[in-house]
């Protein structure tokens, strides 16, 4: 029987992109990841001296991700999309950076990944009913990557108030995900998504004033989660131990997801 610190995934030999690495649930991954033997390039508009290699980069802006990109050294085994910004900010940030940010990074990355690597996505349990939003999800494809477009977006869809641009932009990295689950499987390259509960985080406070339901929810829950409960998650995800997880989204938020989904069914409990 193995002893518990030899139990332990090991990544030793790879190289992983956090994005978002400066705080909150990032650093929490790039501290597992680095644990765990693995390289960290990290990426977030605040210094951080955590990852072996880091870029300043605002995620919220295409001409910055493209820039971004030529200075990533190809060869990665690993990216992980944990860059995101809470519900109190503008619409048009939100669907900016957590939605158009993550994917245009994904897509303009995925050409100088490894064959064999895995993207990791951070989504959220706010993003459970993504199913209702179907029509605005397919129309959102088409927008540009643009604030003024966004705003647009979001004003045409009802996303400007009470943080429903959160909940959309994280139903976005849910079905994205989902979509893409076969996109790059000829090079071996998988896609899965994590959604969190409420996690303990500066950010938390920006939720619960925000989001009405948010405050429902911590009534719900025994405590909030804490980053260092999602990175191991996500550092399975990159695993090979995780080959055939492909286009999952796998919550992490003690019970949460199963709840209101039970609720809504009457078989709450």
């Known amino acids: 029987m193995q002893k518990p610190e030899e139990a332990h995934l090991d990544l030793s030999g790879s190289q992983i992109i956090v994005t978002g690495v400066a705080s909150g649930i990032g650093m929490a991954t790039a501290v597992d990841l680095k644990r765990r033997g693995a390289a960290v390039v990290g990426i977030d508009l605040a210094p951080s001296d955590l990852a072996d290699v880091h870029h300043q980069a605002d995620l919220s802006d295409p001409a910055q991700i493209d820039a971004l990109v030529d200075r990533i050294d190809p060869g990665c085994n690993g990216l992980c999309n944990v860059a995101g910004v809470p519900p109190s900010a503008p619409a048009e940030t939100v669907l900016a950076l957590n939605a158009k940010g993550l994917q245009h990074l994904t897509l303009g990355l995925v050409p100088r990944l490894a064959d064999g ?50 909940f959309f932009s994280k139903e976005f990295v849910i079905t994205w995900t989902m979509r893409n689950r076969w996109t790059w499987r000829d090079r071996g390259i998988r896609m899965n998504c994590v959604s969190p509960g409420p996690v303990d985080t500066p950010a938390l406070r920006h939720f619960i004033e925000t989001l009405g339901r948010a405050r429902r929810v911590m009534d719900l829950m025994d405590r909030p989660g804490r980053p260092e409960e999602i990175a191991p998650v996500v550092a399975f995800l990159l695993s090979e131990e995780s080959d055939w997880i492909r286009g999952a989204n796998i919550p992490v938020d003690g019970g949460l997801t199963s709840h209101l989904a039970l609720e809504q069914l009457g078989m709450g409990g």
């Not at 690597?117 to 540009?144: E, H, Q, T």
Request: glycine share 6%; aromatic share 10%.
């Open 117 to 166: 690597a895995s993207i990791v996505n951070i989504a959220s349990s706010a993003g459970m009913g993504w199913a209702k939003s179907a029509d605005a999800l397919r129309l959102f494809d088409s927008v540009p990557f643009e604030q003024a477009a966004l705003r647009a977006f979001a004003a045409e869809n009802e996303l400007l108030e009470a943080g429903a641009s959160y």
